[in-house]
């Protein structure tokens, strides 16, 4: 009986704690939901990213838009990253591109800027099939833009666990 006694005061100190720490700790309350539908949107992404590894952090932004917004999706690329689309870096890139060729066959467009791709010393038979070659990178963005597809030009920076760079006791 001891025993029980001793746990059910450990739970309801927990309990208080637990009030007390949200009081100090939240003293704006809580956060509210809104889970709400949205109208089919169409998007265009502007990628411009100094490692192609971080095309495995847009992949995850394109099935998450895509999967809301219902709508069209096109990829700008125009940056060092368009470098993992070279047909000989294949082997390099293998599930970058695989992950975006996943994309592809799900209606998403790649776009890759003439300019940037020559400058970066390729030409367009050197990329993969699932890309199109177009003039130039700002000036596709604007095309798409003026069809009425929505800009989203999304950094590389993944989000997952970081809770647990403040809170490492918390992650299980």
Known sequence: MKITTTIASLIIAACVA???WSAEFAPYGTAKVDMHSMSP???VFDVNYENPQSLNTLYNFVKNT????KGKVVVVTHGPELRAFAKENYEKYQGIVDKMAELAKDGVEFKMCNNAMLAAG?????????IT?????FPELAYW???????INPLPLPVKDVRYI???ALKK
């Open 133 to 137: 070659v177009v003039p130039a990178g």
């Open 18 to 20: 637990q009030s007390a």
């Open 166 to 168: 403040d809170q490492p």
């Open 66 to 69: 895509k999967k809301e917004t």
């Open 145 to 151: 833009q003026e069809k009425g597809y929505r800009y």
């Open 41 to 43: 949107t169409n998007t």
């Open 122 to 130: 390729f030409k367009a038979e050197d990329m993969h099939g699932i």
